[in-house]
């Protein structure tokens, strides 16, 4: 039987997360000098880090950490003193060597909140938005979708 939407609230407490990505303004890519810049002409921005050819090595972008470190400061998370890295398994046209480096079990920053108002029928209330976690990764690529009829057979 089920319960109705009263009941229902009455025995749970719904709990949302959410997964937000914000893209820094940095020059350059996440683990490689590429530029970020928008509009360039497709396959113009990549080199063999971002192609993942072998034996090439990512340097992390330090002008990203730094950005992080704030993002999290600003979220009144703790600053991990070491941080670490992951490959992300997965084949997507946006990223076609096969992983993403991410961040998974050792984020850079964690444990931290943003308090907000929010407008509720009793008037205006604070409301505290626990946030678990800021990580880093990877850029990914642009997918652009061209009609045959644009193809020269
Ligand atoms: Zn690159």
């Known amino acids: 039987m089920a319960l109705s939407y009263e009941k229902v609230i009455e025995k749970y ?4 997360g ?8 940095t020059k350059s890519k996440m683990f490689c000098g590429c530029s970020t810049e928008f509009g360039a002409p497709p396959n113009t921005q990549v080199c063999p880090v971002c192609l993942g050819l072998p034996g090439a090595l990512p340097a992390v972008n330090g002008k990203a950490i730094e950005y992080t470190i704030a ?27 096969n992983f993403q480096t991410s961040q998974y079990d050792e984020p850079i920053c964690f444990g931290g909140f943003l308090d907000v108002k929010i407008d509720t029928e009793e008037g205006v209330k604070d409301y505290r938005v626990e946030i678990e976690r800021v990580h880093m990764e990877e850029d990914t690529g642009k997918s652009l979708c061209h009609q045959t009829s644009d193809w020269n057979w």
Not at 13 to 16: A, R, S, W
């Open 13 to 16: 407490e719904p709990v949302l």
């Open 18 to 25: 959410l997964e937000v990505h914000v893209e820094l303004g």
């Open 71 to 97: 993002i999290g400061l600003a979220l009144n998370c703790s600053i991990a003193p070491f941080s670490r890295f992951a490959r992300k398994n997965y084949f997507y046209p946006d990223m076609p060597k």
